[in-house]
């Protein structure tokens, strides 16, 4: 019985094996993963584990006797180079592996700055995978220079971490403003104020012309001619799905591997979740970048596999620390055309489409973040004007 085969061994892949096992699935699963490590989590890489506060050890999303228990076999450090769909296998390195149900659980692939313009000189660095941090983190020492390239997430994260080690940085954002893809102007504020108030300097509206150096980099040429020194540079300008294997197994890609409701995509036999994957969203298609997505996403894949039928129903939620602020952010925000700030604990960002509750950002404030995202799930807007309101207890709102 050849069983299941799950190309890329992160965060998706771990809990569509586990959820199989969970569920009472009996025959063989094997994971592959070209990394040489066992499934981990990656959001550490650019907070804890990035200021060298968190053991390798506690990067692992399952220890080692869990794999063994379930029978999940691990093949790692091993690419999937191909898919035969008509003889249902996968190729790797000079062998071949027979499934009977393929999940493809890839990822994403970090956007660089093209070697042309000094992306590829030495000290130019992305954070994706343990690897790139780990390659970075002897550079990462007080008094040099960083450049971050970006205004994410990501960017903003490794800026606080770099700042807290003592280097000395310049984050540059080509957009208008930072977060600008993902986030308010309103919560931008607040992010840019703390990374002020850390001593980071911050550069919007600015693209980058050039990287330059010999053959490490030694300083980032703005568009605007001015020229910043650097000892290393952050890249940090998004991510593309990991495509290639499907687009060449003939699967269609639509912003992501293109699955249905159910994460399966237009072979019966081979189903796509996490980072990689695009599933129906209201007129088109959605793909979304995070832990949560991954999880949920690849446990519903794994009881349909098992024939449940379940259309998947993302409940986005997300969060970034920061110094020591924590952003909690729940819901998804694309269409608002409202925001109503709330400073009461902490600070919150509520986004509004109309009268209905789409989405909440909030910094260092765990209730509005727990109210707003039981009301969010619950499809139930609350009044703007209570909730702006410092004296309504949020609670009351459920
Ligand atoms: C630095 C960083 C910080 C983040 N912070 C947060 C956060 O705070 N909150 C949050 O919710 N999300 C965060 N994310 C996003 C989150 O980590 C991802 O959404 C999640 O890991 C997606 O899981 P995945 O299984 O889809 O992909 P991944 O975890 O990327 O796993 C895919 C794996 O597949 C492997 N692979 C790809 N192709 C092949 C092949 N052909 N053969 C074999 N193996 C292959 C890849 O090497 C990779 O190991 C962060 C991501 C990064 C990089």
């Given at each position: 019985m050849a069983g299941v085969v799950i190309v890329g061994a992160g965060q998706a892949a771990a809990s569509a094996a586990a959820k199989l096992r969970a569920l009472g699935y009996a025959e063989p699963i094997t994971i592959i993963g070209e990394e040489p490590l066992a499934p981990y989590q990656r959001p550490p890489l650019s907070k804890a584990y990035l200021l060298g506060?968190?053991?390798?050890?506690?990067?692992?999303?399952?220890?080692p006797e869990f794999w063994a228990e379930q029978q999940v076999e691990l093949r790692l450090g091993?690419?999937?180079?191909?898919?035969?769909r008509a003889a249902k296998e996968v190729r790797l390195a000079g062998t071949r592996l027979p499934y009977s149900q393929l999940i493809l659980a890839t990822g994403a692939v970090p956007h660089r700055l093209p070697a042309a313009i000094g992306g590829a000189l030495a000290g130019v660095h992305v954070v994706r995978n343990l690897a790139d941090v780990d390659g970075m983190a002897p550079a990462l020492r007080a008094g040099a220079r960083l450049v971050v390239v970006g205004g994410g997430y990501i960017g903003l994260e490794a800026a606080a971490v770099a700042r807290k080690l003592g280097l000395e940085v310049v984050l540059v954002e080509a957009?208008?403003?930072?977060?600008g893809r993902v986030a308010s102007a309103e919560t931008a504020d607040a992010i840019r104020s703390m990374h002020l108030a850390h001593g980071v300097e911050i550069i919007e509206g600015i693209g980058i012309s050039r990287l330059w150096g010999d053959t490490s980099v030694r300083g980032v040429e703005l568009s605007d001619g001015r020229n910043l020194p650097a000892d290393l540079v952050i890249v940090g300008i998004g991510v593309a799905p990991a495509t290639a294997l499907a687009q060449a197994a003939g699967l269609a890609i639509d912003n992501g591997i293109a699955v249905d409701a159910e994460g399966r995509t237009a072979d019966p036999a081979i189903w796509a979740a996490g980072d990689c994957a695009s599933f129906p969203m209201g007129s088109g298609g959605l793909r979304l970048e995070s832990v949560g997505n991954a999880i949920d996403m690849a446990e519903c894949v794994a009881g349909n596999i098992l024939g449940a039928a379940t259309a998947y129903v993302p409940r986005p939620w997300f969060w970034s620390d920061q110094y020591d602020a924590k952003l909690q952010i729940a819901g998804l925000n694309t269409g608002y055309d409202q925001v109503i700030t709330r400073q009461a604990e902490g600070y919150s960002v509520w986004y509004y489409r109309g009268k209905t509750l789409l989405a909440v950002d909030a910094l260092n404030d765990a209730r509005a973040y727990m109210v707003g995202k039981r009301l969010i799930e619950a499809g139930r807007s609350p009044d703007a004007a209570r909730v702006a309101d410092p004296l309504t207890d949020l609670k009351a709102l459920l």
């Open positions: 506060q968190m053991p390798i050890d506690r990067l692992l999303l399952r220890s091993t690419a999937v180079t191909a898919i035969d957009a208008p403003r930072i977060l």
